[in-house]
């Protein structure tokens, strides 16, 4: 029984230049994605960064806290949609482009751009979703799929965005048990995704 | 701006202007135009898709059914409808008629809608499960979940414990929530308020803490002297008080008994509105005894509840928690009436207060021709097939009309012997004004015996914008749609001689057409274009309008500058006889032969591009 899949897109390309990485020795990062850039990037531990999925820190450093999941083709620090936003952010040399906070889980296809962009602690950034330069997405937030956050944009704690961009504030109260949730899914992920983090070194 | 795909849609004849609310029948002038003999009145009326009626009558052919009684296309609208079976749309649960007498439209098992996203609820456990991973939890990771449940939304976390909604049994959620007031209090049984009714120590605690005690936690109401009665208590109140003084035999006849028949507390009248609840008859009640002016509620006991006015606490709840705090209207839209709720009087509609809504059933419903009563389409009635037991869709009686953009020089063309030098259509592309364009018309024929196709249409498409328009080919037949291997053995044969088959199959089918002509690929007036087995290509030329608005001309309306041409069709075949001339389009001179003609007629529109706009 083979386990080898081959994927029917086509190769990975590096491009663009290599980022200097700070990786914690826990962390599971599959062969294909893709780190470019050339601040920073930072991945702490026990986060899990899917194949594909792309982390760019062409304009600033990219954090990603401990328990983090980065899902395949999503970006972390693309440019932004709208350049003015991106102008507005302080352009210091050492600004943070991307911060995830502790057990953020960024789904597939979702987009976080670049600028100062801050998510917080046990936020779920859903398919295909979109945050704008300079957003600060609060805690235990959920952005549903193809949600969209405008740059500059501050998310409370708690809140739901779903159908459209209406919103709603979580009161269940499941914080713990989300995090405990997303510990086992990451126990899981590291059996599933072979690691590679001397690639990016 | 949207390209556009070329469309047809064809007119169903039930909405004839002149049978209005009727479905066509034999002396509709619709028929008339159809029959033998038929110049009737409709002929020099052309049909103006663009008129606002126009909207409710075309359909594409795929919405369309047959009545083979009645020989008759018919629409969505002019089918009569019956329901085959009710089932829940989440559990897919068929649910007997008889129940919904009983339990109403919704599903009554665990099915429930959020009502904030409208995403379906799962019922969860709200007891967290020890994490196995930890070691200091006890070992009790295999007893299954357990105590309180709630509903919970997986889309966006709405959970029905925020409005204090919990449940003991994982199942059987339609019945407790029932029984379950917003804020977890339980709902009164009909026996339970009659027993507090009788029990005066309650109704001196109820007295003694008024508000507080009652108004719920998010209800936060004006302290009034009077208890909160939900609706269904104020209303059994009501009743019993009201049925006690109907049954009153010594009330006062008083003199103006006559004049009071009229007023609003009257009692003739209050005894006709009960019985109108109640259901007895007021008639033989009014005929018996003519009771005295009776006195209104006053208490509570009564029935009375005096209309909070107070909103402050509303309005303090707005300006703390904002607009976003309320209900939208297409929430409280959604809501299934809850009678074990407060009046709404002084109080807004919060979201915190909406509850979980049982799926609406749906049905299965089979059509019947309305003329015949035969019914032309019926699902299976097991609620998990999508088949059909009977399904007579127009598409395989009518022919079927494609419409495609051809690819032609125009120079050749000789019915518009007009511009030198033509694009090349692609499709989705915008028309030139005033120059030609050719569309190539397919019919195909579902039928198995060969069809005469006659069409009819305005030199000048009706509407404030006249594009010429000229079918070159307005008459020519379809062959049977026979065995498809018929004509795969057939192909084989002559596939070396494919290049010319096009020419010959386009001489044979233009009648009147003599001259032999060398280029296969001209068009000529009387010749269809292209011939196949079951189908035929014929070419229709168009010169669209130019949009060009003289001043003063009020503004182009949405979608005016797609030229679409109404077209009358008419198919003449020989059928078998069916025998019954319920039927408007058989011709009922030959229905005593074996084989009979047949005739449909009906107005079509073809949608053909958008013009484009100088």
Redesign the interface.
């Known amino acids: 029984m083979s386990s080898k899949r081959h994927s029917i897109l086509p190769p990975v390309s590096q491009t663009g230049p290599k980022p200097p990485v700070n990786f914690s020795s826990t962390i599971t990062i599959a062969d294909s994605a893709l780190l470019t850039g050339t601040h920073t990037i930072t991945v702490h531990g026990e986060s899990v960064i899917h194949p594909r999925a792309r982390l760019d820190s062409l304009a600033g450093r990219v954090t990603v806290g401990r328990r983090c999941v980065v899902q395949e083709r999503a970006t972390l620090g693309a440019a932004a949609a709208v350049p003015a936003a991106a102008a507005a952010a302080p352009p210091a040399e050492a600004a943070a482009a991307v911060t995830l906070g502790d057990y953020v889980t960024v789904e597939v296809g979702a987009v976080v751009e670049a600028g100062g962009t801050v998510i917080g602690e046990g936020t779920v950034v859903g398919v295909g979703a979109r945050v704008g330069a300079g957003a600060v997405v609060g805690k235990h937030c ?1 952005l ?1 799929a193809h949600t969209e956050i405008a740059a500059g944009e501050v998310v409370p704690d708690f809140t ?1 965005v ?2 459209n961009g ?3 504030t ?3 109260g ?1 914080a ?2 989300k995090n ?1 949730g997303l ?2 899914q990451i126990d899981v992920l590291r059996r599933m995704i072979p690691s590679n983090p001397a690639k990016f070194a | 701006m949207a390209a556009l795909t070329p469309y047809t849609y064809i007119r169903c004849p039930c909405s004839d202007v002149s049978a209005p609310g009727r479905p066509l029948d034999g002396s509709s002038p619709m028929a008339a135009a159809a029959d033998d003999n038929g110049a009737g009145d409709d002929d020099d009326r052309t049909f103006d898709p663009r008129a606002p009626r126009s909207n409710y009558s075309l359909y594409p052919l795929e919405y369309l059914l047959y009545c083979e009684d009645c020989h008759q296309i018919r629409c969505p609208r002019c089918v009569a409808e019956e329901i085959v079976s009710y089932y829940c749309p989440n559990c897919l649960f068929e649910v007997p008629s008889s129940n919904l007498k009983s339990e109403g439209n919704r599903c009554t098992r665990s099915c429930f809608q959020c009502p904030v996203c409208l995403g379906p609820l799962a019922v969860t456990s709200l007891e967290t499960k020890p994490d196995p991973s930890l070691l200091a939890a006890p070992d009790n990771a295999a007893a299954p979940h357990a105590g309180p449940y709630a509903l919970t939304c997986s889309y966006c976390h709405w959970t029905s414990a925020e409005v204090g909604i919990q449940f003991e049994k994982p199942n059987g959620i339609h019945a407790q929530l029932a029984k379950l007031r917003n804020g977890g209090a339980t709902r009164l049984t009909a026996k339970e308020r009659k027993e507090r009714r009788k029990d005066p120590a309650y109704r001196t605690q109820a007295a003694a803490a008024p508000a507080p005690a009652t108004a719920g936690g998010e209800e936060g109401g004006p302290s009034s002297s009077a208890e909160v009665l939900d609706l269904e208590t104020q209303f059994a109140n009501l009743k019993a008080f009201y049925q006690g003084q109907l049954a009153d035999p010594n009330s006062a006849d008083s003199g103006l008994a006559a004049l009071s028949d009229l007023g609003f507390s009257s009692p003739t009248s209050l005894s006709r509105i009960m019985s109108i609840y109640t259901g007895g008859g007021w008639q033989d009640k009014k005929a018996k005894s003519r009771v005295g002016a009776m006195r209104e509620a006053l208490e509570p006991d009564e029935g009375l509840q005096p209309a909070r006015l107070d909103e402050s606490a509303a309005i303090d709840r707005l300006r703390s928690e904002g607009h976003g705090a309320t209900a939208s209207a297409a929430q409280l839209r959604d809501q299934p009436p809850n009678l074990g709720e407060a009046h709404l009087h002084g109080r807004a509609r919060f979201a915190s207060e909406l509850r979980p809504i049982p799926y609406l059933l749906r049905t299965k419903r089979s059509k019947r021709c309305p003329v015949c009563r035969h019914i032309i389409s019926k699902p299976e009635a097991k609620v998990q097939t999508t088949r059909f037991r009977i399904r007579l869709v127009a598409g395989s009686y009518i022919p079927s009309i494609a419409v495609r953009p051809l690819p032609l020089s125009s120079s050749s063309s000789s019915g518009s012997g007009g511009s030198a030098s033509g694009p090349a259509v692609v499709p989705g592309a915008l028309l030139e004004p005033l120059r030609p364009a050719h569309y190539l018309l397919t019919f195909k024929n579902p039928i198995f015996e060969p069809v005469r196709v006659t069409l009819g249409a305005p030199a000048r498409t009706p509407g404030r914008f006249a594009s010429k328009v000229t079918v070159l080919c307005p008459e020519f037949e379809i062959d049977a749609n026979t065995d498809v291997w018929d004509e795969a053995l057939k192909e084989s044969g002559e596939r070396d001689r494919d290049k010319d088959r096009r020419r010959r199959r386009g001489e044979e089918g233009g009648g009147q057409s003599s001259s032999n002509n060398p280029h296969h690929s001209q068009l000529e007036v009387g010749k269809i274009w292209e011939r196949g087995r079951n189908w035929v290509s014929i070419v229709v030329e168009v010169v669209p309008a130019s949009l060009r608005l003289a001043p003063g001309d009020p503004p182009l309306r949405e979608d005016e500058d797609v030229l679409e041409i109404p077209m009358f069709v008419r198919v003449e075949w020989e059928g078998e006889a069916g025998g019954d001339d319920v039927g408007a389009a058989a011709g009922r001179d030959a229905a005593k032969e074996a084989r009979e003609k047949r005739e449909l007629a009906y107005w079509c529109v073809l949608g053909l591009g958008r013009i484009k706009q100088t």
């Open positions: 959920t549903t739901v779903y159908s209406m919103r709603r979580d009161k269940r499941v713990e048990l405990k510990a086992r």
